[in-house]
């Protein structure tokens, strides 16, 4: 075993969400957030970090967990929402919007990071690592890296030659240099500096100023 899960200190039968986003750090493209219930009579085996989970194992694990799950949502917020209220907030309505359209409201919602969003419909823990061990945590940042993926795949086809499909938005060398040759689409965060330096005019010198 890579790692033992927590054991969170609940009564049984208390009904927790997990909840995770997927795509805080790309320069194109929404931020997802997923909120799951798990069913404890319905184990999904396998259950992890999306990062550690191949492509194939995920795509398989998608489907399981929302049809033996006890309620699912999935939230995107997108490129112009992140400008207008920054990355973080952005993440923060996620998650309170993805709590908020569980078909059942959880007694306990188990977020991912050190950060709790503010209004939720019920009481919240923020749990480092809790992608890596929680289960409810994995199966959204499953959810939520599965439909972000997507998202970018339908993406590339609408915006060619960013190649969306291969860096999923992230700021590669590949992407940097797709920026620099096409300029920023409508699905580029303007807000975040990479793009912004491509956007904003260059100041001009003083001495050119005054000729």
């Keep these: 075993m890579r790692r033992r899960r927590t054991v969170t200190d609940l009564p049984p039968g208390t009904l927790v969400a997990g909840v995770d986003e ?15 219930i798990l069913d404890p009579a319905r184990v999904i085996r ?3 970090d999306s ?6 194992r995920r795509g398989m694990l998608e489907p399981r967990i929302r049809e033996r799950a006890l309620a699912w949502s999935v939230i ?7 400008d207008r209220i920054n990355i973080f907030q952005a993440t923060m309505l996620g998650m309170r919007r993805a709590l908020a359209a569980l078909a059942t409201v959880p007694q306990l919602a188990l977020i991912d990071g050190n950060h709790l969003p503010k209004q939720l419909p019920c009481p919240a823990r923020a749990v480092i ?8 945590i994995s199966a959204a940042s499953i959810l939520a890296k599965v439909a972000r993926d997507r998202l ?11 190649g969306f499909a291969r860096h ?23 807000s ?11 100041p001009v010198p003083e001495q050119a100023a005054l000729l």
């Design 22 to 36: 997927a795509g805080r750090g790309p320069l194109a493209g929404p931020v997802v957030v997923a909120a799951v």
């Design 46 to 48: 396998g259950l992890d």
């Design 51 to 56: 990062k550690y989970l191949s492509e194939e």
């Design 76 to 82: 995107v917020v997108d490129a112009a929402e992140i």
């Design 129 to 136: 690592g809790g992608d890596a061990s929680e289960p409810a």
């Design 152 to 162: 970018m795949l339908a993406l590339d086809a609408e915006h060619p030659g960013y």
């Design 168 to 190: 999923k938005g992230y700021p590669t060398p590949e992407h940097l240099q797709s920026l620099q040759q096409l300029g920023p689409c409508i699905q580029h965060r303007r």
């Design 192 to 202: 975040f500096a990479p793009v912004r330096a491509l956007l904003e005019p260059e």
